[in-house]
């Protein structure tokens, strides 16, 4: 099966300098806490058994209770990584991370003053899959709003340039590309994912192992992202999960393209 990242190579930012003993990190993925599969003390398990991440997020939609949940278990029981607390935000103009979180970011509110809240709280933003809109009805919906070419103008501290989400590739290909020539954010590579079989696809490395190493690395653009393919038995998994959620929801998801009503 031919890889859904061909573009996962020369992502570093222009300021790389080395990344000797890199970390590897994963900074956007969901619980049941909102729309992922696995509780939370079975995302830290999997972590720990299955991935070589030294630092992960939780960041799931609209709340910070995931990530609040897995540093309390991280507090009695030692794990091989450390955790940044984080939050996928819905705002107005599309979803926004923030890492690095002491308090929820409410929804609804523009991308701009988003920003503003996550950096007020000593927190960092980056853009999640920039260049993918999908849709799905009420209940538990499956979204993926990305803030296109609105993130030239906003005070963003990384862009996710790869979301290890299937069939991604040509919204990565996009982000990379706009964020090469236009953007010049640190780049990010992140799984997204919402089923454990996910966790890890995307990565970021940087110099260090942990997530001060990490906030470090975003600062001065010394990140490249990159990832790992899936198996079919994953994908199939991934199928699953899916059709379960759209179960949940009865309409079909409504897809667009960033680009089709934006020109870069």
Do not use: C
């Not at 980056?126 to 849709?135: E, S, T, V």
């Not at 989400?165 to 010049?184: C, E, Q, V």
């Not at 490249?224 to 998801?253: C, I, K, M, N, V």
């Amino acid at each position: 099966m031919r890889s859904y990242m061909e573009v996962k190579k020369h992502t570093m930012t222009d300021r790389r300098t080395d990344l000797p003993r890199a970390g590897r990190a994963d900074l956007h993925m969901h619980t049941h806490h909102s729309d992922g599969a696995p509780s939370v003390r079975a995302l830290l398990d999997h972590v720990a058994a299955h991935t070589r991440l030294d630092v992960i997020a939780i960041t799931d939609h609209d709340t910070i209770q995931g990530a609040l949940e897995a540093r309390d278990i991280m507090r009695q029981q030692p794990y091989p990584f450390e955790l940044i607390v984080g939050e996928e935000v819905s705002t107005r103009d599309g979803h926004l991370v923030g890492l690095f979180l002491r308090e929820r970011v409410r929804p609804g509110l523009s991308a701009a003053r988003s920003i503003e809240e996550i950096h007020a709280q000593g927190g960092l933003a980056f853009a999640p899959h920039p260049f993918f809109r999908a849709y799905q009805g009420e209940g538990r919906p499956i979204t993926m709003v990305g803030l296109g070419i609105m993130v030239r103008e906003l005070k963003l501290d990384a862009i996710e340039v790869i979301n290890a989400t299937p069939f991604l590739s040509a919204a990565n290909r996009r982000a990379m590309n706009y964020n090469a020539t236009t953007g010049r954010l640190p780049a990010l590579g992140n799984s997204d994912g919402h089923i454990l079989a996910a966790v890890g696809k995307g990565y970021t490395r940087f110099p260090g192992r942990g997530a001060a190493d990490l906030r470090t690395a975003i600062t001065l653009g010394q990140t490249e992202a990159g990832a790992r393919d899936y198996r079919t038995h994953e994908l199939l998994s991934y199928l699953r999960f899916w059709l379960r959620q759209q179960r949940r929801s009865a309409p079909a998801p409504r897809i667009e393209r960033e680009g089709a009503e934006q020109a870069a």
